[in-house]
């Protein structure tokens, strides 16, 4: 009974934190074991010193405790040994084996009256899932999981949290994913688990350094170090020390020893048997070297095979490529080849997802090789290979196929759910009464269908490349310039295409551009409220977006003015400039202008074929003119279908946008930066929400939103875009006119009769937008697409 006392005593002093006490606690129990105990304390032993990183001496003390186990027992502790081996064999990178050991853990504990135990090993079975790059399959098997430890163990629910993290990372949702690991740390270090706390905290330090968080990141690189220290984790703290000069090195701090010291940390990880990461590690030690001039053998050390499935072997495969470039640059060869071998291997890891934000993240996972790429073109080359390459860098996921919202049962009963919920939430605060609950309702609801969305596998598909010539010769025929935006040296420059030849201008400092986007922003808003300025203040703001308006002209548009000359316009804007009202500079006032996500994407908009069915035209509640603004549209188009504001039903109104050859919605509309998917409209019996339109087989070629804000997009990782109008464009649509900001329903009425008379007249979208807006100098109202 003392053994049995000073085991368990053992495993808790361990979990806490203290290895070194739990195996002195496991030799006195060593002593008084019983023979038939010593299977456990085998067992015991090996866990304590799989928790310390020594890998190779855990697995070995398995291997003993196995047979004892199977003689002696229990029959828990048996299929534990299988369950804990796993764990060792994924930490060693034997991903086959651990995956065989956990399923057989799984079989016992079938027979076994110990459910927590199974589902915890089902958990597990799905990490291996994510490790082997099953990532849709993984997260199916995480929701499982969840609901076990939900009705068995709600203490446990963390590890999903932190499981689900992971997930995000492997597919550049940095922060997402830090705000996972944030939770798991808080409710291990409130269960008294530091170990697993610990972990968290090194993986939330590498999300962040991903994300090129660099000052955070070395901030929590260095919690996560000393926590693993003080509980005897050596290899994963120096993983941690890792980290921080990752950050010295990417912020050009290293010292002079700097890749001795990364050598170092290399040789002491494997001495230990550690393959995690370990790969990276000498990748960096490799460009270290580079960058020092010291270039003996390190093309020895980039040389290998690509290392298998999952995120992981992506990532070192990816770090593989920056570096062999690198050392291309180093010894004077085009450092190219190993750059697009970087981002086409990305692009077919993108096409396994079907979730589009994953696919939009995904990019991020690139954003070196393709800066790096972009760099070297900018000097070396000419315009023709700058657009062919940026066009490698932005709306990436618009080149995959989108994948249906799920059909799930489930999914689509959530869906309903959300609609009611929605409802009860904005009748709550029309009522003024607390919210709170229907918040959360909200939220949990939400969270369910993008857990569908995201599990969701990809099609499997892209979209070929557009050459840089068929873009300019697209663009002459049209009588129209293509200004495709980037960044160099924290300077806006751009790639024109459709005049006299490509060609390549500066334009002005990035963060001063940015600058005057949310200036302008701020002040389109302000003159779009409900509530009436006062004359002087009114004048104040136009003043005011007069004079940022044309700072920004003079800052982007005069470099281009000449080569553009009296042509159509079609912008593909800076990642960090897409909210500018590109119509509102003096000199576009007029002018046809789109904007595009990207050349590629404006190409492949107008060479698609459109929709032809019947008009779409249809309104929401609590507008002001919304009903004679949609009776006077739909008769413009003979045969439209009409739904009032009063019938308006979201089912309705998507089953009428799957086919149409133009749909014009008057509805009030919300963009949710922080969860785009869930952007909206509002209609009479729920919100119709933008992941629904992912689902549309026929998407309408021109959509009009006469809505607030529904322009707007958020950047996500990987510099993609994510919003309504973004999942339109995704879903198939050509064109979609919506607006940056709010607009005063008057406004929106009387600009949207006239838009839709020059469209049925034979106007183009942007030339309609333009004649309607000349005389209305601040609306908010743009057309993206072709």
Known sequence: MTAKVLMAMAFNRASLGDSAEGQRLLDYADILAFADDRGILLHQRALILWQSGRLADALHWFELAEPLLAQYGPDNFYAASFYNRALVWRDLGELRKGMASIRRAIELYNGIDVPVNRARAIHIEALFLLDLGEVTKALTAFDVAREQFRKLAPDLESFIDASYAHALLSVGMYRQAAERWEHAIAAQRLAGDHRNAAMAEYWRALAASEDNRSELADQWARQAMDSLYSQGNEPMAFLARLLILQGQFDSGQQSPDFADKVQRLCD???????????????????????????????????????????????????????????????????????????????????????????????????????????????RHSGPKDMLWWVERSRAQALRIPPVKPSNDPAAREALGQLRQARQRLWDLQVEGGDDAEARNRVQELEEEIRAHERAQPGSGKRADRIAPEAIHDLAESRDTVVVNMFEIANKVCAVLAGGDGLQFAWMMPLDEASELERRLGADLDALGSRRKLHPRIQASVEGAIRRNATALADGIWKPIADYVGDRQVVIVPHSQLNWVPWPLLPPLRGRPVTVSPSAEAWWRAVHRTRANGPALVAAGPALSRAGGEIETIAGLYPGANLITADESDPEIVLKALDGASVAHIAAHGHHEPDNVLFSRLDFGLGPLNAYELLGLDQPPGHVVLSSCDLGRSTVAVGNETLGFTAALLHAGTSTVVSSLGRVPDDMAAEMMIEYHQRCAAGATPAEALAAVGEHRPWHPFVAFGA
Do not use: C, N
Not at 286 to 299: F, P, Q, S, W, Y
Not at 347 to 374: C, P
């Open 268 to 378: 002491a990880l494997e001495q230990r048997g550690w393959t995690l990461r370990l790969k990276q590690a000498k990748i960096l030690a490799a460009r270290a070297r580079i960058k020092a001039g010291d270039l003996d053998g390190v093309e020895a050390v980039l040389q290998g095979e690509h290392g298998g499935p999952g995120h992981d072997a992506l990532a070192e495969e990816l770090a593989r490529y920056l570096a062999k470039a690198e050392l291309a640059v180093a010894q004077d060869r085009d450092p190219l080849p190993e750059l697009l071998a970087g981002l086409d291997l990305l692009d077919e890891y993108r096409m396994a997802f079907g979730s589009v934000e994953f696919q939009a993240g995904v990019s991020a996972l690139g954003t070196q090789l393709a800066f790096m790429g972009l760099g070297h073109v900018a």
